[in-house]
């Protein structure tokens, strides 16, 4: 190698002589930059198998939901009295029809556009309003804090279930109704989460910095604090899809959420009770879709969890025990 090629001298306290370090190796070595939270949490999250499986079952069935129109072979509301209960793959239909000649698959596809719908759309106004108000709380204290902790400890003593079939039992039962009415009383732990972050975190060394060159309240609650506490919220955000799946079903269940024409997994679940005996097959298709995609979301939540915990580790538990026992200098 050349006296081009090399780089500055390294002085080399063992040989008592000067090391030229070639420059390509000193411009490898400057590039190597330790990893962001985010990319080894994807990392992680891709190395769990259960996590995978989750997302890929999700992406499957919101799929479904977007090329409804062009998978369903049948109109879901259209009605043959001609053909009802008949079963799987009879005619065409490939899981038979219910009590009124619907078919099953097409009905099924289609109510998981409002099944999905109503989960992200009421984890993501919970998430909203209980950040902005954990957020402020957590930051300002005193009696903003008290406040709001106040008012998040009587929501939380209002029975959530009764609430929602009272207020959608006065004001109808649509769907942009359920999805605020499941929003509004779904928000407080995330509030109590956020509120906990930001208690920890307004006491670091660069709030203190951003408040010395200026930067408001608002500035920093918003582009500093809440940067370093979206690791929980987003956790908390992809477990909530499922509770709110949950919530829609069983207020379409019980006659309180959606309406025919429109259809969902739960009101499927409804209609299908009144023929257990004759057909019990009906009550299964709608109860394995809430079954599948509520594991599923809970699975990529813990993914995401188990990603962003620093303290988890991305490799097999099995590879680490082939470790111990090669190098380990016990004899136990």
């Known amino acids: 190698m050349s006296e081009a090629n090399l780089g500055h001298p390294i002085p080399d ?10 420059v390509e190796t000193q411009t490898t070595v400057l590039d190597k930059r330790p990893q962001g939270p985010w990319k080894t949490a994807w990392k992680k999250f891709v190395h769990n198998p259960f996590a995978i499986t989750g997302l890929v079952v999700l992406l499957f069935f919101i799929t479904l939901a977007i090329l409804a ?4 072979p049948y109109d879901p509301t259209r009605i043959d009295m001609m053909f009802p209960n008949l079963p799987a793959g009879t005619d065409n239909h490939l899981l038979g029809t219910d009590e009124l000649g619907r078919d099953i698959f097409s009905r099924l596809v289609y109510s998981s556009r409002i099944s999905l719908t109503v989960g992200f759309a009421v984890a993501f106004v919970s998430v909203m309003i209980g950040t902005l108000i954990g957020a402020v709380a957590g930051y300002f204290g005193g009696w903003v804090d008290t406040i709001a902790m106040r008012f998040v400890d009587v929501m939380n003593s209002i029975p959530s279930l009764f609430l929602n079939i009272l207020i959608l039992a006065i004001f109808g039962s649509k769907m942009s109704y359920m999805i605020l009415v499941l929003a509004l ?21 660069y709030v203190e910095a951003a408040k010395a060159t200026g930067v408001s309240s608002w500035g920093i609650i918003f582009g500093h604090l809440l940067r370093n506490a979206s690791a929980p919220i987003v956790v908390t955000a992809t477990l909530m899809v499922g509770g709110a799946i949950l919530s829609e079903s069983a207020l379409s269940y019980l006659g309180l959420g959606v309406k025919t024409p429109d259809t969902s997994w739960g009101l499927m679940l409804s209609n299908a009770q009144e023929f257990m005996l004759i057909d019990p097959i009906q009550a299964l298709y709608p109860g394995l879709c809430i079954l599948i995609v509520v594991l599923a979301v809970n699975f990529i939540g813990d ?7 620093p303290r988890k580790t991305t490799i097999p538990r099995r590879r680490l025990d082939q470790w111990r026992k090669k190098f380990s200098k016990s004899e136990i």
Not at 13 to 22: D, F, G, I, M, R
Not at 69 to 72: D, H, M, S
Not at 303 to 309: A, E, Q
């Open 13 to 22: 306290s063992n040989l008592n002589k000067t090391v030229k370090v070639p």
């Open 69 to 72: 129109k062009w998978i369903v």
């Open 185 to 205: 009383t779904s928000w407080m732990g995330v509030a109590r989460l956020v509120r906990g972050n930001y208690l920890q975190l307004r006491e670091m060394q």
């Open 303 to 309: 993914g995401i969890r188990d990603g962003l915990d």
